[in-house]
């Protein structure tokens, strides 16, 4: 039996574009099986004006990615209407500081009925945000790219994810330390960064995920074990995610994850209410 009846960072395949294995219908199918009482999709919102095309789904283009975000949630209204379970509309948005990725972020977000946001950092950056890379792209760093300068870049990572938390757009934020699992920021030196997003997300009162699939790469949650009991410290609200891009992957790790929680005595568990 499942305790969290919701499951809300999830991904599908839609239109081809978005990074998700299933269709947006067995996703649906899945969760009702499961015996959720709602299931929230969240595909990808990634789009910068610098960006460096590498995938159908990252954006340089506004209206490009103004239309397919659009569709996205076409398909989740109609799948609403046709669901035994609710059906809510989120977006894993890649957070960026500057103010022209913002002032464009604002200007799409009146445009689009959304249900609630994720607040997340995949890319790696420059920090003039004229350079960016996906850390799952790694490869695709220009030849002779010195581990100096990936040092460099990795800061871009953490203050994508601080500055996200200060800015107070998302119901969430997810796997915060995703790039370990690339063998990024591993070192004690990071730590400092850790301990910033801890302190941002205290101070910000923001809710954040405990983030399951983790277990299947790297044999424990995102964030790292300390970094939750931190934040149970301070009682910043958690909730659980599997963030699933095949239906067979939702709500995996979820009783394991309630049996952490449990074992440490985190009690301020996030809610969706709007
Ligand atoms: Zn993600
Ligand atoms: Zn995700």
Same mark, same amino acid.
Not at 35 to 48: Q, V
Not at 101 to 118: A, P, Q, S, T, V
Not at 206 to 234: C, F, V
């Given at each position: ?23 947006? !219908?067995? =996703?649906?199918?899945?969760? +009702? ?11 990808? &919102?990634?789009? %910068? ?102 040092? !460099?870049? =990795?800061?871009?990572?953490? +203050? ?11 119901? &969430?934020?997810? %796997? ?99």
């Amino acid at each position: 039996m499942i305790k969290q009846k919701f499951s809300l960072h999830t991904h599908n395949n839609a239109f081809g574009i978005f990074d998700g294995k299933s269709s947006p !219908e067995d =996703m649906v199918r899945k969760a +009702e099986e499961l015996g959720l009482e709602t299931l929230g999709i969240s595909n990808h &919102f990634i789009w %910068h004006p610098n960006m460096q095309r590498a995938h159908d789904m990252f954006f340089v283009d506004y209206n490009k990615a103004l239309d397919v975000f659009k569709r996205n949630i076409e398909i989740i209204k109609e799948l609403r209407a046709k669901s035994k379970i609710n059906i809510l509309a989120g977006f894993e948005v890649d957070f960026f500081p500057s103010v022209e990725w913002r002032k464009g972020f604002e200007r799409m977000l009146k445009e689009l009925e959304y249900d609630y946001l994720i607040g997340s950092t995949h890319f790696m950056r420059t920090a003039d945000e004229s350079y960016l890379c996906n850390i799952y792209h790694m490869n695709e760093l220009p030849q002779g790219t010195t581990f100096e300068q990936i040092d !460099e870049y =990795m800061k871009g990572y953490w +203050e994508n994810t601080i500055e996200a938390i200060k800015s107070g757009y998302f119901d &969430f934020m997810a %796997h915060l330390d995703y790039c370990t699992i690339f063998n990024l920021c591993t070192s004690e030196k990071w730590n400092e960064y850790k301990w910033r997003v801890i302190e941002a997300l205290d101070k910000n009162h923001q809710a954040y995920e405990l983030n399951t699939s983790g277990y299947r790469r790297i044999e424990r949650p995102h964030p790292d074990y300390w970094m939750i009991e931190e934040l149970n410290k301070r009682n910043v609200p958690i909730l659980i995610s599997d963030d699933a891009h095949v239906a067979e992957h939702l709500c995996n790790g979820f009783d394991k994850a309630e049996s952490y929680l449990e074992s440490i005595n985190y009690t301020n568990r996030w809610t969706f209410n709007k």
